[in-house]
């Protein structure tokens, strides 16, 4: 779904905060980590600029010792706390992120490189779920069954599984934890969140607002670094569910280790998430929905629109549509007002992404729009820049289609007819996200029912549920049974536990208050 936060990362030795005004630390037991100097740090960049702004601590299999234990030691306690204590407590929390969301979302821009309302959207879309979360009383409730036989009762409760772990990616950096940590601790775990080390400083803050909304120390951590920490999470005896959004291969190999370890798994993978637009669609909105979905947040998220499937005779007339506006739009940094999109997240990425286009056309691909000639207003020189992309005259078989390639690059694929079209997304290994342009409802129903991809969008081109329903995708897209937040993500942080009771009848005998009489 998003590069792996597991992965490498470039990384110093102790001592390189020295060249950079901000230090991301640990936070575990309520409080930011004080134990041993680190073996290893990693630069923060702000993408707009190139330039290092800080760094960050990596965790050693110490550290994550420490977080477990620190969660582990809470989880007694906080088990025991009321449903309504702990709905208070996300309401408050809920209240503090509101009250902080625009400092929030200037982490965020400073870090990722997303712009400005981008960022505070996600933070926005992050609150849902701890909405949701304050009505933990009601989500946890069970059921009754009165004399399921004779005097016999039967109810089933949910109960919390203890030391619970999220790794979550760099595109992401509020609104992906908001997934889970809000129902995971209101349903009375410990949560251990590993974020990505290129965008650490919001999970710190997040970690700062729990703690001034009277979350008890422990009850939520945060651990950084790279694949040791990851690894670390994955093997502990002491953690009983591991939640991950990132790439495919990153999934599968959390999954694959997770549940060796005896773990409850969700891992949320990569997409390849296509946009199909019929022939009687109005072309103004199925342009505005192209663009907006494949190059906001710099197509750097796991919903953004990265294939078009035009069902001919309107490809040509689509895509000069979609030129006209990429043309138009600003591209800066994202502390800016009116920058619309803004650089990918490292260097090494953006010359990543940049490479499909050379690749795309040596396949025999039209790059109608090149990116890389893009005007950038405002932005430094040495940034992580790269403008919106689109290729087109794409087929399945080039690497551009093929991969997931997370940045602003729209591959435009053309196909003669809607039964072409369908076959076109359900031979795709992914299956995340879909949606469909057109005006006639039949249409829209046979694609709905027909096409194997877990979220559908009709007319709407980035179908995120709300966070009420769960959030997750078929295929190659999920490893695991559960989807994140909504109904079945309080299944995946509960157990379920089914009682049958017998209690005797008064009448046996007993305490008798009544006036003695001879039987």
Known sequence: MTRASAGKHASEAPGAEKRAGKHCT????????TGAEPARRGDIYNPATGQVTGT??????AEVDAAVNAAAAAFPAWRETSLVKRASVMFAFRELVRQHQAELAGLISAEHGKVASDAAGEVARGL????????IPHLVKGAFSENVSTGVDAYSIRQPLGVVVGITPFNFPAMVPMWMFPIA?????????????????????????????????????????????VDALLIHPGVRAVSFVGSTPVARYVSEVGTAAGKRVQALGGAKNHMVVLPDADLDLAADAAVSAGFGSAGERCMAISVLVAVDPIGDELVAKIGERVAKLKVGPGDQPESEMGPLVTRAHRDKVASYLDAGVADGA?????????????GAADGFWLGPSVLDQVRPAMSCYLDEIFG?????????????????????PYGNGTAIFTNDGGAARKFTHEVEVGMVGINVPIPVPMAFYSFGGWKASLFGDTHVHGTEGVHFYTRGKAITSRWLDPSHGGVNLGFPVNQ
């Open 408 to 428: 602003p690059v729209l591959s435009v694929v053309r196909t003669g007819s809607y039964e072409e079209a369908l076959g076109v997304v359900n031979a795709n």
């Open 128 to 135: 849902e779920v701890v909405e949701f979360a304050c009505g």
């Open 366 to 378: 039209v790059l109608a729009v090149d990116g890389r000639t893009h005007p950038v207003t405002g």
């Open 185 to 229: 601790i209101a349903a009375g775990n410990t949560f251990i969140l590993k974020p990505s080390e290129k965008d650490p400083s919001a999970s710190l803050r997040i970690a700062e607002l729990l703690a001034e909304a009277g979350l008890p120390d422990g009850v939520f951590n945060v651990v950084h670094g790279g694949k040791e920490a």
């Open 26 to 33: 640990h936070w575990i037991g309520g409080k930011p980590w």
């Open 56 to 61: 960050v601590d990596f965790a050693t299999a």
